[in-house]
């Protein structure tokens, strides 16, 4: 990136790659009204048009509909936002577009790979191939509550992340900010092991009290 700030006049541009899922369409939301520029990438790029214009008449900001070749080249910070599994694949063909780029895994491997031994962004990390700045962010977070960064009681959520970049974590880290969360940093990307296991978790839980997708993960002091 040519600067590292985040915001404002020096508004990043942003890929996601999975652009017109639920995560990613409530991630462009909340980074459009911050000023970014959004590539909204799909293996779909009609329907992606579709996508960045309906946003972009929500919030006023400037959005693109792409394919996911485009979504990866353009972005200086690039959200990998697809089915684990598809992603490994896409990773190899996309990996001259992704060198070097701050990666935001997002992910979820929900058992794909083995528990505590390795995590999904680990294995996506080996997948690509060539460096790049791995931050593994918002795995524990709903896409309902992306519109709701406060709960019915007035408690911010956390977001959780991790990576071994500091200037990407940073970056990353004003990002969930911008989201509304208040970003929980956990320290290298190995933490992902972690992260990973909370979801499934989280996901019984959810159910079990009939939330409806709007539960949160919350450190207290």
Known sequence: MANSKVGG???????ILGGTGRMGKGLAKAWARHGHEIFIGSRDPERAKQVAEQIAQETGGKLHGVDLTTAAHEGEVVVLSLPYTACADLLRRLSSELMGKIIVDITNPFGAVLEKQT?????????????????????????????????????????FYCGDDQEAKEIVAQLIREVGFRPVDCGPLKAART???????MIELDRRLGANASLSWKLLD
Not at 135 to 156: C, E, Q, R, S
Not at 195 to 201: A, E, F, G
């Open 119 to 159: 995590s999904g962004v680990e294995e996506n990390a080996k997948a690509l191939g060539v460096p790049a700045r791995w931050v593994a962010a918002f795995k524990t977070n709903w896409w309902t509550t992306l519109d709701k960064p406060v709960n019915k009681d007035g408690i911010v959520r956390d977001c």
């Open 9 to 15: 006049e020096f508004g990043v541009k942003i890929g």
């Open 195 to 201: 992260l990973d296991l909370m979801v499934p978790l």
